[in-house]
């Protein structure tokens, strides 16, 4: 398969997203951030694995990051296998790699050593009283994950001006029945993708996500001819998004022909960029859902 993200499409983000963390403990998050308070410079992102040809498991998987300085930093990639569950704790056990990798000084990566050295041990989730939840690392054979003690963090929400300038408006001057018509969505599905990236929309709390949209288009005050504008170019757009990315089950003729769109219209590389990790897909799948849903106020 010659699909841009062959990768990670056998992570099949567009079925079942959220309803495969449940899964697993329904309060652990997943997708979601996640930084440890005392440390501070420590991050991870957690997200639902996948078993190729079998779909979602009750596995989930942690890509942490370690920065020993603004040019350096150890990733740690994490298999998190269930173990035990209470009602105050959930018991993790996890095998992973563990990568050093050099940046130059626009943040791409120049170099990795991958080690030789597995990180075994178990992740333990902590329930509080007031729903927080922590997650700290033990019997680890990489000693310094046991120093940490990481929280659940949910982003905030895009302004619903924000959301007007930079997703509602551009998918309503999408043009109609020209010669540029098509170059001009590609353009505009390139964008959102980057905007999804770019506010790890995965992050953010998706009824919240929802309020801010709704409100969005409320303040549009469009007429219904308006509003059916809008929609043709909001599914248009998110159809070349999801097929672009996998997202959706686009055969390879399919998906072929909307990557010679996006590469005649000059925007392979934007796309790209934006598409760095399996959080990024998290994020564009996030967009694509709340477009989705979208529905005429007026």
């Known amino acids: 398969m010659n699909k841009l993200f062959s990768v ?8 079942g997203l959220f309803s495969a963390a449940a899964e697993g403990p329904s309060c652990i998050p997943a997708p979601s951030d996640w930084v440890d308070p005392t440390i501070q410079r420590v991050t991870a992102e957690l997200y639902p694995a996948t078993i190729l040809g079998t779909g979602y498991t009750d596995e989930l998987s942690l890509d942490l990051h370690w920065p020993d300085s603004y040019a350096q930093h150890v990733d740690y990639q994490l298999l998190l296998t269930p173990s035990s569950v209470s009602a105050t704790s959930a018991v993790y056990n996890f095998e992973g790699d563990i990568v ?44 310094d994950l046991n120093s940490l003690h990481l929280e659940a963090l949910l982003r905030p929400v895009p302004h619903d001006e924000d959301l007007v300038r930079n997703v509602l408006v551009p998918l309503y001057n999408m043009e109609e029945g020209t010669a540029g018509a098509s170059l001009k969505a590609a353009q505009t599905a390139a964008e959102l993708i980057n905007y999804a ?77 934006s598409l760095q990790g399996t959080i990024d897909y998290f994020s564009v799948e996030a967009l694509v859902t709340q477009l989705s849903t979208l529905e005429n106020p007026f």
Do not use: C, P
Not at 111 to 132: L, M, P, S
Not at 208 to 233: G, P, V
């Open 8 to 15: 990670l499409l056998v992570l099949a983000l567009f079925v």
């Open 100 to 143: 050093l990798r050099t940046y130059d000084e626009d943040g791409a990566v120049i170099k990795e050593e991958w080690q030789d050295q597995k990180a075994i041990g178990q992740a333990v989730f902590t329930f509080g009283e007031n729903g927080e939840i922590a997650l700290t690392f033990t019997g680890n054979a990489a000693s």
């Open 197 to 273: 990236s770019l506010w790890r929309m995965y992050s953010i709390e998706s009824s919240n996500l929802q309020t801010a949209f709704s409100i969005a288009l409320k303040s549009m005050n469009w007429d219904n001819e308006q509003y059916e504008r809008f929609a043709r170019h909001k599914d248009n757009a998110s159809y070349l998004i999801s097929t672009i990315t996998g997202l959706n089950d686009a055969d390879e003729e399919e998906y072929a022909s909307v990557r010679v769109l996006m590469e005649d219209a000059g925007v392979m590389d934007t796309i790209t960029s």
